[in-house]
């Protein structure tokens, strides 16, 4: 079974971030975080936040092993457009549009096996409680106070 983590409505267009998702496509996870924090693009930031949120998803979600993680599938779609106009000659405005992008991420491995109880060694009767011997009081001895002249 494959984990999954989405980052939705990423402000940079689809097909600037597909081109870092196509560098690291099937790779292991830890690759892909090394490749992506060496890669001098803007979005190659918002693509290795995805795979580490998909990461830390399986591994305390899922219970996977960290260091068999790999990237069985990344894909990056089209979000919402903005509609926006910039200013042109002769006191015109030109439309263009403000591009987002979902990312997904879908991660795969070894599972971990499950905890294993440890078996109580012996169990020994408790003991009898050892009590105490009384203490003997000690009297304390009043003296008289002394009368203020």
Do not use: C, Q
């Not at 924090?37 to 995805?50: E, G, L, N």
């Not at 990237?71 to 919402?80: E, K």
């Not at 078996?119 to 000690?138: C, G, N, Q, R, S």
């Amino acid at each position: 079974m494959s984990v999954k983590a989405v980052a939705k409505n990423v402000r940079i267009s689809p097909r600037k971030v597909g081109i870092v998702a196509g560098l690291v496509r099937g790779r292991s996870v830890e690759d892909a975080i090394t490749i992506l924090s060496h890669t001098p693009r803007r979005s190659s930031t918002a693509v290795r936040k995805t795979i580490e949120s998909a990461r830390a998803n399986a591994e305390n979600n899922h219970n996977y092993k960290a260091d068999t993680l790999r990237i069985s599938h990344i894909s990056v779609t089209p979000g919402t457009r903005l509609k926006r106009y910039r200013p042109a000659a002769h006191g015109r405005a030109l439309p263009f549009e403000r591009k987002s992008s979902h990312i997904t991420v879908l991660v795969d491995g070894e599972v971990r096996g499950a905890k294993k109880v440890e078996a109580k060694a012996e169990t020994k009767a408790p003991e009898p409680k050892k009590t105490a011997k009384p203490v003997a009081k000690k009297t304390v001895k009043k003296t008289p106070k002394k009368e203020a002249k």
